[in-house]
């Protein structure tokens, strides 16, 4: 068995959440500060790509990083490489696709967390960056870890946007999903039996560090200096 | 000298608060929802007012005419939370050391080192807030604001996270490290005994809108207006209409009172503190005569429920609070007649 | 009703069955025949619906255009067709129950209806390139040279897929083609043709006929040649009635008009040939 | 412009929705019910459609429900029919993708229920079931209705898993996603663009209508009792 | 009559508790986390106990040992909550409609009818919990429990929601609404002035362990263990150690005191009331002599804080409560020396 494809779509979707984790929180601290009409609106925007099928995501994508797309252009004139059909492009591909679940997460994270506390620190003369820093990142910690581990399981996961990016290159673009419907589409269903099989380890395992983040999170939360009076 | 007054609208809730507070406690006192968080996430720069001008010591924090806004950090105002607002994930050190200002790290630690002197917190460095009782976190948290060295401060309800047992212990405590506070310190409740106990002067807040100020004996001696007669714990409230004779109608109670004084124009009530209704024998000179309604034994008085002339429903009733021993000397505990002295009627405006 | 659905005539009871060269009857009963075509044929089959329209006004056409493979797995899944064309014989010959094992039919399936089958048009492998040949590619041995750094194949499953694995496994750099993992592979021709016109890749395999329908659309790639006499099968498109039909007359009508002079002639516009 | 696909992918859309709102809301209540290491584990069963790729969805289903699966050959024994590649086998696929995003909203909102409402009514002798019907669900309202219209965009997108069960026939069972993918497979440009705009506008609308349902939902939560005292 | 004897394991916290309540209202007092809100919860049946019984009016409704498991909706308990738990999407009537039990529409609208009435809901029957009061919601709360018909209620702190002010009225209305009801009603609360006024007898919890059951007179006259002390608001407490000549030496305090009687086995602390310590003119029997510390001015009476014998620090330190004007006169107010009546001296166990 060859495991290229466990390797890639493990490497596409370690990178990915990497963008996708300062992208996501980035996001979810900008539509945090904004005033409230401009918010719904930025906020529909972000979620797009979770609701947009994978493939007009797909096209999108190369329609503007193509060879004849706009950007695709500038890539091919500054550097004279390009963008699609290589693994690197699924990693564009699953950042998209991806991003909405860790915004959502951190956004919800956010929201649930006491402000007092980051108004403590400005009133204490911290500024505005240790206050994001120091106290809301590690407040939030259970939260952005929960979104980082959902987006890596999706991004594991990716077919649409990615097949149509990066083609399906066996040893090169070949992601286990890819792999999964090419196996189907050959008939080979032993190997596609085996790649499905591994898929629902990981996804399981991601699924279960998932729920022990949550279930640790809900423990913490206990009232604060009731006992010990 | 910490000048305040703002405007800011909610929509339903409108906040207009002006007043002034000099070094020593100032009393904010108000019922739950009145605004008085409100005023202070405004004084500290949490919350921008929509008009008006906070001043401390001289330095202007904002103004909305001269558009000057200063943020939270330029402040310079210490602010104590409703629940203390410890971060979570310092211990109590860092806490500390979070307050301190600049990057000196040599500083920072005799900063630290010098609070857990005198906050009493030298075995608790080390825990984090979860793991300390309510009081020490309210310790912990005035440490850490007072490293910050703020020109003010701020305290929203300091007690009201904890158990009546850890109260009293509480209070005397913060009543003693605030002592040598050289600034302005605003003190928020909704209990009028800590008002009593701590502050001097004391600004009522009713629905977002501010009275004047005022020392705190002039508030409970002489209460201006019904809210704040309320706000100091009087019970016994009758709507009243000034009579031509120089007497009041008190129309709840069903009797004409005499307040040995000229009646301030705009008079709408009438209140008498339980304390100072007296039990006399006959009717006479600003008597109620009274039917009892119901006896409370209470943990060191008695407080008796009686009906009046104007009826045993709502406003109408009377409450009296008398030591133990004096209702048991009385003779007729059906029905008593209650005299009021012309001083102690509190004359209310609406 | 379906958007989808034709000319409304009205319905009767006694609908007469159609011939090809029959004149039109305005009172057949309205009918959908589900034409499942290997993806190369996507312009000529929609260009003779067209046609056909005249011919028989009440059949409504409609296409499936995929690999033949894909279209042969749904067919095999359980999907509504009437006609099957396939771009090799492979997939033909996988659904055809007179065929046994070793004559290609592995897993036993019948869904050809026995005497309709017959080879339909032919056609030819070409090597394309983008517009202007940027990689500078010409011919098929180029594509293991360093000229090219992506070629874009049909998958195994498609036939111009197997068509292409056939040439250059005679070329001999097949293997050299994979050691050097040179090929994405497309999940049927017109999506191979979609990536060399987006010159997303150097070259691509794909037939004439695609090649040909997509410069007169307007993409720009180029043919760079054909591929070399004997390197691979006859590209041979088999057409027959599926088993499963509900409309066996007017299928063998329409299979019996694709071979008229007429559908010939669009055919070969194309590029394609008709069998002998 | 043949409007089929958008007819099609709104049918499926709305029936897969209906099946995974009232799945969603049981698995959720059930769940919620479990002692806790069982709760965890089914939480992940539940939770993994998420993240599996939809190809694997896909394959699984065919393996299921095609005429040589298990289920496949009950249904043609029994009523003669098939279910693969038709729309129906859409809403299967669609439920299954889909139903993960309602069942987690559910739960969270169930999660974020003041359990002494429930509890309350048992005390005052009302049976489970009215407790359920009258009091949890009108409370979760905002919660049940923003994961429906979350599974409806969501399963209005499906692409992977559907393409699979249902293949591409145009006017039976294209769907928005798949015509995308068609389209652009075929080149044609023009009308993937248009469909691609269709998309984005469904997807805008139904991500506004949520955002909404969540900004309705807090400014509900206001401190009781607190005014016209 | 309702009998509860229950032991439930969450870990680091163990409920243990027994106890049996008449008619009437029977008081549970503790420090906030000592389980209070669970023993009710174990009683109503929400949460089921590891192991024990409850019996109510002789009907079983948990035996661990039998098995028997009633639900909730068949023990007959009515539980009002902390926070009442009205149904927001109802309004008054229909959740007052809520807890009528039986199909027999025109008996619910009867019954909803007569509930308006008695609780004096008439012009809010239309309104949703949002819109009323704290204290309305409470009637509402209580409508509805008593138009379920439970055969013993369940109270948790009913006013610990409301605002200061709304308190005193809302406990009496509680009062006169309670009076007629047949069955035991367990009332929770950490207010000792509350359990003082409305309960007559008491359960101490103290972390999740309850103390025998007793009259309130006799907890608040004479405590048993330092934790019912505290509760019953207690705030001068000395470690004590029994000597051999019948006095006890008050480690704290730095004194030894005659307490007048023989000290029981395993008493470790004495106490005394603010009230109760009488200052003399003279050092003489079960005497102190003290420092005057600090003098708190409160609303109704002078708070002196003195430093004893045995220090000025915590326990060491003394809490007297005087009239303004007993303060006003005494002659030295620099240093006191405090009598304590040997039967004012509480002997407690730990
Ligand atoms: N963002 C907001 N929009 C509209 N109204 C608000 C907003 N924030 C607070 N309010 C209103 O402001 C009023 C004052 O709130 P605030 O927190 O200052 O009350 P408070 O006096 O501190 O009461 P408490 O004693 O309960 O703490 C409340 O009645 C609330 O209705
Ligand atoms: N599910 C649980 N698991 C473990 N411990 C729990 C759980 N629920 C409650 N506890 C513990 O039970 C103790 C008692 O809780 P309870 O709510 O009965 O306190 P209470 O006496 O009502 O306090 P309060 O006055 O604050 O309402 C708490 O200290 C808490 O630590
Ligand atoms: O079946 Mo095709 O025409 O090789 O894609
Ligand atoms: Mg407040
Ligand atoms: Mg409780």
């Known amino acids: ?229 | 000298m910490l000048e305040v007054d703002i405007r800011k609208d909610f929509g339903k809730f409108k906040l207009n608060v002006s007043f002034s507070a000099d070094r020593g406690i100032t009393g904010l006192l108000g019922a739950s929802g009145c605004g008085k968080s409100m005023t202070l996430k405004c004084v500290a720069g949490i919350v921008t007012p929509d008009a008006g001008r906070i001043v401390l010591d001289g330095r202007v924090l904002f103004d909305s005419g001269k558009r000057v806004d200063l943020s939270p950090q330029e402040r310079r105002v210490g602010y104590l939370f409703q629940n203390y607002a410890l971060f979570p994930n310092m211990t109590v050190a860092q806490n500390i050391a979070a307050g301190v200002r600049g990057r000196d790290r040599a500083r920072r630690e005799a900063m630290v080192a010098d609070m857990v002197k005198s906050f009493y917190l030298e075995d608790l460095e080390r825990k984090y807030p979860r793991q300390l009782s309510g009081g020490q976190q309210q310790r912990v948290a005035l440490a850490r604001i007072l490293a910050s060295e703020p020109h003010a401060l701020l305290l929203d309800e300091p007690f009201s996270a904890l158990d009546s047992y850890l109260r009293w212990q509480v209070e005397l405590e913060l009543g003693e490290l605030l002592s040598p506070f050289p600034g302005p310190v605003l003190f928020v409740t909704h209990s009028r005994d800590e008002v009593y106990r701590m502050c001097e002067n004391v600004c009522v807040l009713d629905h977002g809108r501010s009275q004047p100020e005022q020392d705190v004996h002039t508030l409970f001696d002489s209460p201006a207006t019904v809210s704040s007669c309320l706000l100091t714990g009087c019970k016994n409230l009758s709507r009243a209409v000034p009579g031509p004779d120089g007497r009041v109608a008190c129309t709840d109670w069903g009797v004409s009172l005499d307040p040995g004084r000229d009646i301030p124009e705009g008079t709408t009530h009438v209140g008498v503190r339980s304390h100072y209704l007296r039990p006399v024998e006959a009717p006479g000179e600003n008597t109620i005569p009274c039917t009892v309604e119901r006896v409370i034994d209470d943990v060191f008085s008695t407080v008796v429920l009686l009906s009046t002339p104007g009826g045993g429903e709502g406003y109408s009733r009377l409450r009296l609070e008398l030591p133990k021993e004096a209702w048991a000397a009385l003779s007729s505990r059906d029905s008593l007649c209650l005299q009021i002295r012309p001083e102690d009627l509190l004359l209310l405006k609406d | 009703g379906q958007p989808s659905g034709g000319d409304t005539t009205t319905p009767s009871p006694s609908a007469p069955v159609v011939s090809p060269s029959a004149a039109p009857t305005p009172d057949a009963e309205p009918v959908e025949l589900i034409v499942f075509a290997a993806a190369s044929m996507t312009e000529t089959l929609n260009e003779i619906a067209k046609k056909y329209q005249e011919v028989a006004p009440n059949v409504t056409l409609v296409y499936n255009f995929d690999s033949s493979g894909t279209l042969k797995t749904q067919i095999q899944e359980g999907a509504d067709c009437d006609l099957f064309i396939s771009a090799a014989q492979k997939q033909m010959n996988q659904l055809d129950s007179s065929r046994d094992a070793d004559g290609g039919n592995a897993e036993g399936l019948d869904f050809v209806l026995q005497g309709t089958r017959v080879n339909l048009v032919e056609n030819k492998v070409v090597l394309v390139a983008p517009e202007g040949n940027p990689a500078g590619v010409a011919a098929f041995d180029d594509a293991a040279t360093d000229k090219v750094k992506l070629i874009a194949l049909g998958n195994s499953d498609v036939p111009v897929g197997q068509y292409s694995e056939e040439i250059f496994t005679n070329l001999g750099v097949w293997d050299q083609l994979n050691a050097d993992r040179k090929i994405t592979f497309g999940t049927n021709v017109k999506e191979v043709t979609s990536q060399v016109a987006a010159a997303a890749v150097d070259c691509g395999v794909i037939y004439a006929t695609d090649a040909f329908s997509a410069i007169a659309n307007g993409d720009r790639m180029e043919i760079v040649t054909e591929a070399p006499e004997g390197s691979h099968k006859q590209v041979v498109y088999p057409a027959a009635v599926l088993n499963v039909t509900k409309h066996e007359a007017e299928a063998k009508a329409f299979l019996e008009y694709l071979q008229s002079d007429a559908c010939s002639a669009v055919f070969q516009s194309v590029g394609f040939s008709i069998p002998g």
Chains 1, 4 share one sequence.
């Open chain 1, 1 to 229: 068995m060859d495991w290229f494809p466990l390797y890639n779509s493990l490497r596409i979707a370690l990178i990915s959440t990497v963008f996708t984790f300062f992208l996501g929180i980035f996001a979810a601290w900008c539509v945090a500060k904004l005033p409230s009409g401009l918010k719904g609106l930025l906020d529909c925007v972000l979620t797009l790509p979770l609701v947009l099928p994978p493939t007009v995501v797909g096209f999108f994508l190369l329609k503007l990083l193509g060879p004849k797309g706009p950007v695709g252009q500038l890539i091919t004139a500054w550097w004279d490489t390009k963008l699609t059909m290589t693994w690197q492009a699924s990693i564009l591909a699953v950042t998209i696709v991806t991003f909405p679940l860790m915004y959502r997460t951190v956004r919800g994270a956010f929201e649930s967390f006491d402000k007092n506390l980051l108004y403590a620190g400005k009133t204490l003369g911290r500024s505005n960056a240790w206050v994001f820093w120091r106290v809301l990142m590690p407040g939030c910690r259970q939260g952005l870890m929960a979104g980082t581990v959902l987006a890596f399981a999706r991004g594991l996961g990716e077919y649409g946007a990615t097949s149509m990016v990066s083609g399906y290159t066996p040893g090169r673009t070949a992601t286990i999903s890819t792999t999964v419907y090419q196996l189907w589409r050959e008939g080979n269903d032993a190997l596609a039996y085996q790649w499905v099989g591994v898929n629902l380890l990981i996804s399981f395992a991601v699924l279960l560090a998932i729920n022990l983040l949550e279930r640790r999170e809900k423990t913490v939360k206990w009232p604060a200096g009731s006992p010990e009076v």
